[in-house]
């Protein structure tokens, strides 16, 4: 309809007004301060100080800041203006007058002091940012014009301001025209060339471009001829865009600025630069493309670059620096791309500081070797300690070690020098050897043990326990040479293990001794006597016996001193018995030998050689008397001949008896003995014993006198004599101390003169001897020293062991505290150093309780999803029974079919839907045969890939119609992502979300409002996840709380309709008076409003009502970190994607956006609904109240509000007291949503980058049903044009490996479905429901390539296992160290043990959690192949660009340290995981309970109808007795193909004519189930073919609005004559 002139003056003002605005909010961009909203910043203005501050960033010598009045404006806040607010205005004049704006834009001081006509005051202000572009001072301004939103109340309001000032509002876009005009003459050249150029541009000639571009007025530069036609394209595409915005700015009535459309010339000579750059910046890319160092270096010298610092000698630096960082921006942006201004000046500083570091390391290590030569050690350790070497620190006291060292091995070395490499590793060994000497020398144990073990020192076998040892060996060493060399430290170290060993030895043999002497065991005693460990001399095979016997005693005498019966004998006491035993030995044989020789002396008679051998003292007779020899010889010759008479048994063996009772036996013949009892001993009759020879002697001295006695015991009498001579002395001794105890005081003072003068002869004696041998009194004062020392450092070293387990405390904390640190350093630092990772490299073993957990996490998710999908049919199945509950009432039709489903129903909640779950595993597609198993990996591969790459999902999405999508989604995607239940699958799912977002916004969205008034799919399906399967419990726990608490307030009633308000009050005064009110029950709301009673009850219900929303708003902004991260970063995503394609709409607007999304269509419907969403418990068949759902509405209303800060007004006037509430509410969802939105990205919260699908443990698993497997293989096919155009593309080759789309029975396998039953397509729609668990795979592996050639993710996760295996085995600083040192047997040994140890772990994992193969085969190889193989997988990395040299090694260190940190964080992921799922499947049977109770509720209902049913048919009379009494089934129902015509149940039989109608009979049989049927169609009498009906299908037919029905494929039906014949005449209605 055409406007009115009225309407279009009324429009054209509020246009002016809309246009005033945009001006004003374009001014705030050229100020710089936070400012009000435009219609409020005018009012700012006025006090000057913002236009102030404005002067002096253009011109800060005209305006300093100390010259503005009220800087701060705290007096204008306080008083209001003031009148020297107007010098503000002034200086902002004078500064435009400093700078040459003409004045005709100047305001008058009172045109913004008095507020006298505010739009010139923006007038010259966009005047002013135009002037200063153009002198190259500030930014251009924005043009905001159709950018910015503003309310219909601020453009009124506006508009009101305007009608004030009654004033011509200024020409805006006459600006740049009246700017050109009053231009100086030099200015006005310039405009002109100008002018000129952008006329050639607009004519498209390259030639008059390039000639108007050279006119020197136009004060151009860095032209360039070639780039003519560059110039040319590039100022008119800026031309084109610049009209292109004027025009959609630009009111009819205002006329048009030149500059509107025109190109300024700061605008072309910026796009010359650009030009000029690129152009340069492509010569450098072709440079690096050809790896022409020389044409690189002539391109990086371009003026257009600017590039600093270039060296052409390091030409070939900058091509291999620069081109590196290019392969690395292309594998960061995914394409070649080539290196922008800032890049290349990055690389080139890289290059120079590498090539200063190359060549002061190459000066200093040729110095080195230079020194080296010279034989000067101080002068080497000087070239030593140079920094730029690079080399470890070095000790100057240690000079003459590294001279003597390094000297040949320079000789050895095949050029006659030494490298820096060669010269770091000696250099750090021979520093650990110098370390280790200055503790020798200082005496500083831990210093030497802590320099003994370090790696850097490279020492073998060394032992803890062995520290003091080690320690006084080197140290004599260390006294015989001025410094050990590292053989000296080896040889010290290997003597101590061997002393060691040997007395490691030697203990254990004493031990096997007393061990011995316990089991009474001669034999075993020997035995251990003669080891060579126990270090016993003097050990005889023939005295086992007699050392048996003395070290049984000798135990058994230690036992009873020290009280102890377990105690044993130690090596002196039993080298002392071994002694003690050989003498025993002795003794008897010497004393067995004299008295054989006693024997035959007698035996020959003479008296002379008896005497002498009876005084042998082997013999040991007492009291023999040289006189009496006669009588000796015939007193034994005597008794030799009665032994004699007695009779001779010829036994060679005597035995002696000892003292101690043990038995010495000899042997006469051979002249030899022993302690062992001889087997079959007899003692020799005739020989004389040793106790019958002292018997005759001392019975011949007593018959000889006493004389002779005396003479005979003159020892005995001896030794009396000197007894009682002791005895005596010992008296007189006694006396003399008696007497000088009486003269004790003149003692004691003349012993103290003798003493002090003894002192002092002594002392001067001792000083003179001291001052003649000083130097040996300094030696041993030190010796002393040392000694004092040592003692002191042995009573500390008790201390230590007495208080051992205070030690371990101390020695723990600290271990402790050092683990805590490096795992700081590992978590905070970006490269942490080898040891940190070596420590903790450990972690990244999988344990069996990993094991055990991921078994467990992957059973979990199973039943999860499992239990998920049948709570869902459970769901179906009773909104079914609803439905057909419905339909029966409707219809009156019986409740058999209705019971049957419940039964089914009943039975499926039972058994879990077990039998609709599992494939026959001897079938179809989980067959054991090569096709099925083909076509299963074949589907493994499909839904991986699907998986993984979620750009295809998306795609697929809006290629379908939107209600196919939704079921899609619902029931494909989420299966496929297992309902988001690990962080893979979720973090998987979360992406396929966010890219169908950005694809939807960026197809399908228009403008920013669109995404709150549609419906976008995405957002749909979104919100249906997080709402209802992953957010179910996050809105229970963010909103379950406040709400009960709300709903449990009876006090509060909410009504802020006035008229409820209004009815509410009469109702209740008629109740309490018991009179009808006089006052009218229909009122409008305002006549409502004019009584105060329901005034004050609007109040009261509007403060109740704020009470109750704060409750609600604290619950929601105070759980941000209960929401959903699905939910937070989609509205994240959300945002940016509206902020990309639509730069132009303002944060506030965003935000709005942000909040419909979060709140209104997340949280608002839980608010209103809570019964609906399961956010608040209610029990089976209660109900929220209407009072209740009226005050949720109601503050779910106020969150909208707030929300969208949409103030009431028009129809709820009455609420507008809530506006300032609203408006506060909104800023708190402002900082709620701003919250919201700040999460980290999805890698970051999942722990996932692109190695996490190589390096995870079990493969994903999901479930899905057969229908689905098929919808989704033939939605592909039918789409796979638009998803894959490339020939090339994975997703083609799988399809193509998938061939056609399978039947139901292609994977059910044959034989399964009968070709004649009639219930065939039912059954067949049964087993599309059931489900199949594919194991996911990827075709593409990344170790499945026959050419063994991985790419950059497996060949990175290869080397970081390699890594950690040769780090944990050998000892190293930093992996360069490790990788070049040799690895010994040892180290080869513990590798060997480590890889069977996992080979073990990895027999015990199940299949579906095995490593790759790739891996494991890595770990049959030996330390030495795998530095190997490490050394040329990091060459190989660095070619790939997935590493950056020189930092190759700390880079992969650091990569493995975050591995650990992740895998920390996994551990604790899925422990967190399996709490959730164990809630999470107890959720879901508690909901499963809950539909149980609701079928028990659908049970009660039907049963009660059955009854009511059957006492209906009681009172049916005779007709019921007799259908009572028949028991068969009902007859069937025959009928013609005319009959059925005629009544209108049969419409037509495609190809046969109406004619032939009576040659066709259909019977209609009832089932043995009730409400099924059998049609048989008859032709002519000959049956034909057979349909199965189901009455309850009928009924679902008539319900969805089907008239007509297709039987046998051929006949017509329709569907409601049919119903009402079947109700006629088999359910009797």
């Known amino acids: 309809e055409r406007l009115t002139a009225e309407e279009m003056d009324e429009q054209r003002i509020q246009n002016v007004a809309y246009q005033y605005l945009c001006h004003l909010e374009e001014a705030k961009s050229l100020l710089h301060e936070e400012l009000p909203a435009p219609t409020e910043l005018e009012e700012g203005l006025r006090n000057g100080v913002l236009l102030a501050k404005l002067g002096h960033c253009f011109a800060p010598s005209s305006v300093p800041l100390k010259k503005i009045y009220d800087l701060d404006q705290g007096r204008y806040e306080a008083a209001g203006l003031n009148f020297r607010h107007t010098d503000n205005i002034n200086h902002w004049r004078n500064a435009m007058a400093e700078v040459g704006l003409p004045s005709i834009f100047y305001p008058e001081t009172t045109d913004i002091y008095d507020r006298k006509n505010m739009p010139r005051t923006v007038y010259c202000i966009h005047a002013l940012s135009l002037y200063l572009f153009r002198l190259g001072l500030a930014p251009p301004i924005q043009d905001l014009y159709g950018k910015v939103k503003f309310t219909e109340e601020e453009i009124n309001n506006m508009k009101r301001e305007l009608d004030k000032y009654g004033i011509q509002m200024p020409a805006f876009s006459k600006i740049g025209g009246i700017l050109a005009n009053e231009l100086s003459v030099d200015e006005a050249a310039v405009h002109a060339a100008v002018i000129a150029i952008n006329e050639a541009v607009e004519r498209g000639s390259v030639e008059d471009t390039a000639r108007a571009l050279r006119n020197p007025n136009a004060m151009l530069t860095s032209l360039s001829d070639a780039l003519a036609p560059v110039y040319q394209e590039m100022l008119h595409q800026a031309r084109a865009q610049k009209a292109t915005s004027a025009g959609k700015r630009r009111n009819g009535s205002e006329e048009k600025d030149i500059y509107e459309e025109y190109l300024t010339q700061a605008e072309i000579q910026s796009n010359i630069n650009k030009v000029n750059e690129q152009a340069a910046l492509e010569c450098v890319d072709e440079a690096l493309e050809h790896a022409d160092a020389l044409a690189l270096y002539t391109a990086l010298q371009s003026p257009c670059l600017a590039l600093r610092a270039l060296q052409r000698d390091h030409a070939h630096l900058y091509l291999e620096q620069l081109a590196a960082d290019r392969e690395q921006k292309a594998l960061d942006l995914g394409c070649v791309d080539a290196l922008d201004r800032e890049e290349l000046q990055e690389g080139v500083w890289v290059a120079n500081e590498e090539a200063q570091r190359s060549h002061t390391m190459q000066l200093a290590v040729r110095q080195i070797n230079e020194a080296l030569q010279g034989g000067d050690a101080r002068q080497t350790v000087r070239a030593l300690m140079n920094p730029d070497a690079q080399l470890p620190d070095v000790f100057p006291f240690a000079a003459e070690l590294y001279q003597h060292e390094l000297a040949p091995l320079q000789r050895q070395s095949a050029q006659g020098e030494l490298q820096q490499e060669e010269l770091f590793v000696a250099v750090e060994m021979l520093s650990a050897v110098a370390l280790i000497n200055r503790a020798l020398e200082a005496g500083d144990v831990p210093g030497f043990w802590t320099a003994l073990i370090s790696p850097a020192v490279g020492l073998a076998d060394i032992d803890d326990g062995l520290v003091q040892r080690y320690f006084e060996e080197l140290s004599g060493l260390r006294g015989q040479a001025p410094l050990l060399t590292w053989n000296d430290l080896q040889g010290g170290v290997n003597a101590v293990n061997l002393a060691a060993q040997e007395e490691h030895d030697q203990i254990l043999a004493i031990g096997l001794i007393n061990q011995a002497l316990s089991r009474s065991d001669p034999e075993r005693t020997v035995a251990a006597l003669l080891l060579p460990s126990s270090g016993l001399e003097g050990v005889l095979l023939a005295n086992a016996r007699r050392y048996h016997d003395v070290l049984t005693r000798a135990r058994r005498l230690k036992a009873e001193e020290t009280g102890d019966p377990g105690a044993e004998l130690w090596l002196a006491e039993i080298q002392e018995g071994v002694r003690w035993a050989n003498q025993d030995s002795q003794r008897a044989l010497k004393m067995s030998l004299g008295l054989a020789a006693v024997n035959q002396a007698v035996k020959e008679g003479k008296a002379s050689q008896t005497l002498r051998v009876l005084r042998l003292p082997e013999v040991a007779l007492r009291n023999v008397v040289p006189e009496r020899a006669g009588a000796y010889q015939a007193e034994l010759s005597a008794l030799l001949r009665s032994k004699a008479l007695q009779g001779d048994n010829r036994s060679p063996w005597l035995r002696h008896a000892l003292l101690d009772g043990s038995s010495y036996y000899f042997h006469l013949q051979r002249l030899e003995g022993g302690w062992e009892r001889p087997q079959g001993f007899e003692q020799n009759s005739l020989y004389l014993l040793h106790s019958e020879i002292q018997a005759v002697v001392s019975g011949v001295a007593e018959a000889s006198g006493r004389q002779a006695q005396w003479q005979a015991s003159a020892p005995m009498l001896t030794r009396l004599q000197a007894r009682a001579r002791g005895f005596l002395l010992r008296r007189e001794l006694t006396q003399r101390r008696f007497f000088l105890k009486r003269q004790l005081p003149a003692i004691i003072t003349i012993q103290a003169h003798w003493r002090r003068y003894r002192q002092q002869r002594a002392y001067r004696q001792r000083l003179q001897y001291l001052y003649q041998h000083w130097r040996s009194v300094v030696k041993i004062q030190a010796c002393v020293r040392m000694w004092l020392t040592r003692r002191r450092y042995r009573a500390r070293l008790r201390h230590f062991r007495k208080n051992v387990w205070a030690v371990v405390k101390i020695q723990a904390f600290f271990r402790a505290n050092k683990a805590r640190e490096d795992y700081r350093m590992l978590v905070s630092s970006q490269s942490p150093p080898l040891s940190v990772v070596r420590t903790f490299a450990h972690l990244l073993e999988q344990s069996d309780a990993d094991i055990r957990q991921e078994g467990e996490l992957l059973r979990l998710r199973g039943e999860v999803v499992r239990t998920i999908r049948a709570n869902r049919q459970l769901e179906s199945d009773l909104d079914l029974m609803d439905l057909k509950i419905g339909l029966l009432v409707r219809n009156r039709v019986t409740l058999q079919e209705v019971v049957s489903h419940c039964k089914k129903l009943t ?425 199949v668990s594919l194991t996911l795979t990827s075709k593409f592996d990344i170790f499945g390539s026959a050419d063994d050639k991985p790419d950059a993710r497996g060949l990175l996760l290869s080397t970081k296992q390699l890594i950690i295996d040769v780090i944990r085995m050998q000892p190293g600083d930093t992996l360069g160290q490790v990788l070049q040192a040799s690895s010994s047997q040892d180290q080869e040994t513990q590798h060997v043990r480590m890889m069977q140890r996992r080979a073990q772990r990895d027999a015990r994992t199940p299949e579906k959690m095995k490593r790759n193969q790739s891996l494991v085969a890595d770990g049959n190889l030996s330390l030495e192949e795998k530095k190997r193989k490490i050394l040329r997988s990091l060459r190989r990395l660095e070619g790939l660009g997935v590493l950056a040299p020189p930092d190759g090694e700390a880079q992969i260190l650091a990569l493995i340290a975050k591995d650990i940190r992740n895998q920390r964080r996994h551990r604790q992921r899925r422990q967190a995981e399996l709490v959730k799922l164990r809630q999470t499947l107890h959720g879901l049977d508690c909901k499963s309970a809950f539909h149980c109770e609701q079928i028990d509720y659908y049970s009660q209902y039907i049963r009660t109808c059955l009854d009511n049913l059957t006492a209906k048919h009681r009172g049916s009379g005779k007709k019921s007795a007799e259908s009572k009494s028949k028991k068969g089934k009902q007859p069937t129902l025959s009928y013609t193909a005319a009959r059925l015509h005629e009544k209108g149940v049969l419409l037509e039989i495609e190809d046969l004519p109406v004619t032939q109608f009576k040659n066709v009979i259909f019977d209609i049989v009832p089932g043995e189930e009730g409400g099924t049927f059998l049609v048989k169609a008859r032709f002519m009498g000959v049956d034909m073919e057979r349909f199965p009906l189901k009455y309850q299908d009928l009924l679902q037919l008539q319900y969805e609005g089907v008239a007509v029905m297709k039987m046998f494929d051929k006949a017509k039906i329709n569907v409601n004559l049919l119903i009402f014949l079947l109700n006629k005449k088999f359910f009797k209605k």
């Open 907 to 1331: 039975k499926k909640n039972k058994e879990q839907l077990s039998d609709m779950m599992a494939l026959d595993k001897q079938k179809g597609l989980k067959s054991l045969s090569k096709e099925k198993r083909e076509k299963l990996e074949a589907y493994q591969h499909l839904f991986y890939l699907l998986q993984t790459q979620p750009l295809y999902l998306a795609q697929l999405i809006f290629l379908m119609p939107q209600s196919k999508s939704t079921r899609f989604l619902e029931s494909v995607i989420f299966t496929l992502f297992n309902y988001g239940s690990d962080c893979r699958e979720a973090y998987l799912l979360l992406q396929l979300f966010t890219a169908a977002l950005r694809q939807e916004i960026r197809l399908k969205v228009d403008q920013p409002q669109e995404v709150v008034t549609g419906n976008p799919t995405v957002i749909r399906l979104l919100l249906s996840f997080y709402r209802n399967i992953r957010g179910h419990n996050a809105l229970r726990d963010v909103l379950g709380p406040a709400l009960r608490e709300l709903l449990q307030d009876k006090g509060h009633s909410i009504r802020t309709d006035p008229v409820e308000i209004y009815k509410s009050w009469v109702n209740q005064t008629e109740s309490q008076t018991g009179q009808k009110s006089s006052l009218p029950y229909e009122v409008s709301a305002e006549q409502a409003l004019s009584h105060p009673e329901v005034q004050r009850r609007l109040d009261i219900a509007m403060r109740h009502l704020k009470t109750l929303t704060d409750r609600l708003l604290t619950a929601i902004t105070s759980n941000l970190d209960k929401l959903p991260y699905g939910m937070r970063y989609t509205a994240k995503v959300l945002k940016e994607a509206l902020q990309e394609k639509f730069p132009q709409a303002s944060e506030d607007e965003l935000y709005k956006i942000v909040g419909n999304l979060l709140y209104y269509r997340y949280m608002n419907p839980a608010v209103v609904a809570p019964d609906g969403f399961d956010v608040l418990e209610f029990s089976a068949g209660s109900a929220l109240l209407p009072d209740q759902r009226r005050t949720l509405g109601s503050v779910a209303r106020i969150l909208q509000h707030g929300a969208a800060h949409k103030h009431f007004q028009g129809d709820s006037a009455h609420l507008r007291a809530l506006n300032d509430y609203i408006t506060l509410t909104h800023a708190k969802f402002r900082k709620f949503l701003v919250a919201a939105c700040d999460v980290p990205e999805p890698e970051e919260r999942f722990n996932m980058d692109e190695y996490s699908e190589t390096v995870i443990l079990n493969k994903p698993l999901v479930y899905i049903s057969l229908g689905e497997l098929i919808n989704t293989h033939q939605l592909l096919l039918e789409h796979k044009d638009s998803l894959c155009p490339d020939p090339t593309d994975p997703l083609r080759e799988l399809l193509r490996d998938l061939g056609p789309v399978p039947s139901i029975v292609d994977l059910i396998g044959e034989g399964v479905v009968s070709p004649g039953d009639a219930n065939a397509e039912q059954t067949l729609a049964q087993y599309s429901k059931m489900e």
